[in-house]
């Protein structure tokens, strides 16, 4: 991908209507986000807290991935790194073939505006708007005027089967829907990487299921990249892979094997399904 | 124009605040606007209330001080006066004893006509005032306030001079802007010489009417020069520039005025600057949220900046409408009663309606700066993690 420097949004989002299908699949070797050796470290009063020590790892596109691990392990900073919005203290970092340590602050945030939806835990829509002008907050970053900005927001909404709640306040929503806003909100842009902070952390089980189920599902139709960070041993059973995380390190080989096993056993039932191949 | 209705929104999420926000916004343009047509509104009423072809002559140590009455024989020989009035105060008492409740004077009852055309009198009145050395003429305002009608007699007991005059009043000056009595300088003077004082050889101040307003500043220089190495130099003025002096001290606390006013225009910036402050820093998680999703630096400080100054220039316009509206009744109550009379003075100018928007866009500005600024440029990722 080109660098930013420079660059202006495009007229028109890529997102169409309807979305389009499953992209042609990938070759065995694309890469779509590349850690290289990151460490990042900060000051935490007089101390030096180590978040990640030298992590690297690969993840392809059009794959759902999750980072697990005790809290305090790195997986959100991490998640902080692969999503732009932290800069590492060591390493690279590059997403779609884009380096992110060669953006500056604005360019850093006009990438993520272009290629990155972001879920929250607590879905953290803005009260004063309905749910079609939520999930039209970031096409405002776009040259897209109002009627387009709106019909894609109603698109998006389709997708998460929330059309019917257009005209709602978060207020009148569950807790539920309101994911399902935050989601439509976070593939509105059509972006190449969802990034996902405990999607189900403050969901009932049953909505737990419907939001991975969901998000599984854009990644089956919609061949969407997905970064999730989660405690949630049920996502074992929705997401390709795990990369476990502990006192900043990514765990593998056995390391990483008795991690899920732990979960698998932490969660009984849950989870017996355990990650897909 | 895209982020007009996340604005919008933003200002009705607590409509309690945003209204009391603008309130104090509106009262303190309104204020300020008030305020502003106050120092236009007094120069107008000293226009109306002065002559511009009629010059003070006083003693240049003061009002006080007087001048011998034979300077205003001189003043009167020269060229392009065509008439000049001593005017000396009696300082009469009536019925209070020890305390003048109206300014009184003693003037050259022949004179007073032709120095004052302008004055609107009664029929007769002037006639009847050099006819009668007893006579008084007096302004319509005191009439009112006394009950007195022509014909009356009443007793005034100088606090000033060894003497209680008892004058008949022969007329009337129907002007509200002239509440004074005039008395027969000659009935003083007689008065004072009965008593053994040596008649009244002193004049407080010489009005003088000229020919031609483009005279005016010649002929005072002449008087002054004239009088120059006399015992009593003397100071002439325009009788609005008279007046102007006696407005002097109200000008001042005016300025005082406006100086309070800019002071609580200032309170006003702080209440709303807090105001600001208080709504970024309950929108803390919302705004780390959208810098999330790639709002930059500029679009989060300008739509906090626009919040400000949205509501702050709003409620300005608020304020200079009220401001106009409430000048506009003054002016209708102006016309109910003449002593309402100056009310009609105060008009709301097309700069004062700029300074008010001014005003209210700079609070907007100023008030929305900081929290806007700090907003923008925390790291999207120190925002999160305070909020999450």
């Known amino acids: 991908m080109a660098p930013l420097r420079g660059v202006r949004y495009p007229r028109c989002m890529p997102l169409a209507d309807p979305l389009p299908g499953p992209p042609p699949s990938a070759p065995e070797e694309a890469t779509l986000i590349d850690i290289r050796h990151v460490s990042r470290h900060y000051r935490r009063g007089v101390d030096e807290v180590h978040a990640l020590d030298d992590v690297s790892l690969r993840i392809a596109p059009g794959r759902f991935v999750a980072f697990m691990g005790p809290s305090g392990s790195g997986k959100s900073t991490l998640m902080n790194l692969v999503s732009g919005l932290d800069r590492p203290s060591e390493g690279e970092v590059v997403v779609a073939g884009q380096s992110l340590g060669d953006l500056d602050e604005d360019e850093l945030a006009a990438w993520r505006a272009r290629h990155v939806g972001l879920i929250f835990q607590f879905f953290n829509l803005i009260p004063v708007l309905d749910a079609r002008d939520n999930v039209a907050l970031p096409l405002l970053l776009t040259d897209l005027g109002k009627a387009e900005r709106h019909r894609r927001a109603e698109t998006a909404l389709r997708v998460v089967g929330l059309d019917h709640r257009l005209d709602h306040r978060p207020n009148t929503l569950s807790g539920g829907e309101q994911q399902r806003v935050a989601i439509a909100r976070a593939i509105v842009t059509d972006p190449d990487l969802i990034v996902a902070d405990e999607p189900t952390g403050d969901l009932d089980a049953k909505n737990a299921e419907a939001t991975l189920g969901l998000l599984r599902e854009l990644t089956d139709a919609f061949g969407k990249t997905i970064v999730m960070v989660t405690h949630d041993p049920r996502a074992l059973r929705f997401v390709d892979e795990v990369f476990h995380l502990d006192k900043g390190l990514l765990l593998e080989g056995s390391d990483a094997e008795r991690a899920s096993e732990a979960i698998r056993l932490a969660a009984g039932g849950h989870a017996s399904a355990g990650a897909r191949p | ?388």
């Open chain 2, 1 to 388: 124009m895209k982020y007009a209705g996340l604005v919008l929104a933003n200002l009705g999420r607590n409509k309690l605040r945003s209204l009391f926000t603008a309130g104090a916004i509106a009262l303190a343009v309104l204020l300020v606007c008030l305020l502003m047509t106050m120092p236009a509104g007094l120069d107008r009423l000293i226009s109306d209330l002065g002559s511009n072809t009629r010059i003070s002559v006083h003693n240049k140590a003061g009002l006080v001080y007087s001048m011998p009455q034979s300077f205003t024989r001189k003043v009167r020989q020269l060229d392009g006066v065509l008439a000049a009035v001593s005017m000396t105060w009696f300082g009469g008492a009536y019925e209070e004893e020890g305390r003048v409740t109206f300014p009184n004077f003693a003037v050259e009852a022949e004179h007073v006509g032709s120095v004052y055309p302008d004055y609107v009198f009664t029929p007769g009145a002037v006639d009847e005032f050099v006819r009668h050395r007893d006579g008084a003429i007096v302004g319509r305002k005191i009439m009112r306030q006394y009950g007195w009608k022509v014909g009356d007699r009443i007793t005034l007991r100088s606090t000033v001079w060894p003497a209680n005059l008892d004058v008949r009043i022969v007329g009337e000056i129907a002007d509200d802007n002239a509440p004074m009595l005039w008395i027969n300088r000659t009935y003083l003077d007689e008065t004072l010489k009965a008593a053994g004082r040596g008649g009244l050889g002193i004049a407080g101040i010489i009005w003088v009417r000229v020919d031609r307003p483009e005279r005016v500043g010649a002929l005072m220089s002449e008087i002054d020069e004239m009088s120059r190495n006399s015992e009593s130099p003397t100071a002439s003025e325009t009788e609005k520039s008279f007046i102007s002096n006696f407005f002097g001290s109200l000008k001042g606390f005016v300025t005082i005025i406006l100086i309070v006013t800019a002071l609580v225009s200032l309170c006003i910036v702080f209440i709303a600057a807090n105001t600001a402050s208080m709504a970024v820093r309950e929108r803390s998680g919302e705004i780390a949220v959208m810098k999330a999703m790639g709002f930059g630096r500029r679009a989060i400080f300008g739509t906090l900046l626009a919040e400000a100054t949205l509501l702050s220039t709003f409620a300005g316009a608020l304020g200079v409408a009220g401001a106009i509206a409430l000048t506009r009744a003054l002016k209708t109550v102006a016309t109910l009663g003449p002593t309402l009379g100056p009310l009609g003075n105060f008009t709301v100018t097309n700069d004062v309606v700029t300074a008010g928007l001014a005003l209210s866009l700079f609070v907007g500005l100023l008030s929305g700066l900081v929290p806007a600024l700090g907003a923008a440029r925390k790291p999207v990722v120190d925002a999160l993690r305070e909020v999450f």
